[in-house]
């Protein structure tokens, strides 16, 4: 599964992602990145934008309400 692939689903659904942490700990999380489920965004001037790493992707934890991330090669599974 690619990078573009997990993004895509998780724009337009609520997911469980599957997924080994560093640590070898099989981690299961319900995530997202629908509009109307993430929190509001605070611009700050002189704010710099974050490079993407398209090894990583970066969601919305439903389930402990803040961003988490995960590598692409470590997804066992998405279940939506």
């Known amino acids: ?3 573009s692939d997990v993004k895509d689903i998780l724009k337009e ?3 469980t992602v599957t997924f080994e942490k560093k640590d070898g700990i099989i ?3 319900k995530c997202t990145l629908m509009a109307d489920k993430l929190p509001a965004v605070e611009v ?3 704010a710099v934008a974050k490079a993407v790493n398209p090894d990583v992707v970066a969601v919305w934890d439903l389930e402990s309400e ?3 991330s995960f590598r692409i090669d ?3 599974s998405v279940v939506i």
């Open 44 to 46: 700050k001037e002189g």
């Open 27 to 29: 981690r299961v999380m």
């Open 66 to 68: 803040g961003w988490r």
């Open 74 to 76: 470590s997804i066992k």
């Open 13 to 15: 659904n609520v997911a």
């Open 1 to 3: 599964m690619s990078f």
